[in-house]
């Protein structure tokens, strides 16, 4: 069973910056794929953004050019990072991580919220 732990997440002004982090481990193959998505409230769950093993980045057309993901595979523990700047009010959402192993294996955290608001 993987473990998918995340931290980040918060209150900002609009144009400000938040970091989303998340590991995970317990896995005893490589994961394939780990990124973070986002529901709005009355809105499905979206791409943020995805990174491959072995570091290939695809990001959503909405946070294009103000979020970077990054990854680390070093360790117990896989993580994903989301720097995220330039932040406004759609941006506010739960965000999720999800944990890809394979095309039928995948693990979604618990969510944080994050809010962007004046």
């Known amino acids: 069973q993987v473990q998918v732990e995340e931290s980040g997440g918060g209150s900002v002004q609009p144009g400000g910056s938040l970091r989303l982090s998340c590991a995970a481990s317990?896995?005893?193959?490589?994961?394939?794929?780990m990124g973070w998505y986002r529901q709005a409230p009355g809105k499905q769950r979206e791409l943020v953004a995805i990174i491959t093993s072995g570091s290939t980045p695809i990001y959503g057309d909405s946070v294009k050019g103000r979020f970077t993901i990054s990854r680390d595979n070093a360790g117990a523990k896989s993580t994903v990072d989301l720097q995220m700047n330039s932040l406004n009010s759609d941006d506010t959402a739960v965000y999720y991580c999800k944990v890809v192993l394979d095309s039928v294996t995948h693990y979604w955290g618990q969510g944080t919220q994050v809010t962007v608001s004046s």
């Open positions: 317990g896995s005893d193959r490589g994961i394939a794929v």
